[in-house]
């Protein structure tokens, strides 16, 4: 969320948004103006998230039980920023086990990275479609450059040079 950096008024897009942390903080950068669209596909997060907001007296949040990938962007013309943190192999977790222990679980890891990385790219290429965004923020818990520069760099090229890609830490 900060680093979408929306201003105060600005209609945004949560689109991977359970539990909603993500949310809450993006409605506290806008001091609780705007609007937010929140979507996830599971219904017991989206309720998990419906308590939370109400808990963290979030307000303009329009939460949304479906998956992003079927939101027609044409019903979104004004959202001009969407942040993206997508499901991913979680490999940047300190708490997840070792990532390709053995030959079986290496095949099925890279099966699952191809996977994942196909859902990102799809989630990625969906968010630019949107008529009027202006910035994306994509981010995963991953080490693997399959969901991280291999992501950016695809959909960069089928972008059309509509998008830029900018470096928000320093070297």
């Known amino acids: 969320p900060y680093a979408l950096n929306p201003p105060p008024n600005a209609h945004c897009i949560d689109a991977a948004a359970a539990p909603g942390n993500k949310t809450i903080l993006l409605a506290n950068i806008l001091n609780n103006t705007g609007l937010i669209h929140a979507f996830d596909i599971d219904e017991a997060r989206v309720k998990l998230m419906s308590d939370n907001l109400k808990q963290h007296h979030v307000k303009h949040v329009r939460l949304k039980c479906m ?5 027609d962007p044409q019903q979104y013309d004004r959202v001009e920023y969407i942040l993206l943190d997508p499901s991913c192999s979680g490999s940047g977790m300190t708490n997840r086990l070792k990532f390709g222990d053995t030959e079986l679980e290496t095949q099925k890891d890279e099966q699952r990275l ?11 290429l969906h968010a630019m479609s949107f008529p009027a965004v202006k910035r994306i923020v994509y981010s995963t818990c991953s080490i693997h450059e399959e969901e991280n520069e291999r992501v950016v760099k ?18």
């Open 154 to 171: 695809y959909v960069l090229d089928k972008s059309a040079h509509r998008f830029k890609l900018v470096n928000l830490f320093e070297n």
């Open 67 to 71: 998956d992003f990938l079927e939101t």
């Open 114 to 124: 191809k996977n994942l990385s196909r859902l990102q790219r799809k989630m990625v």
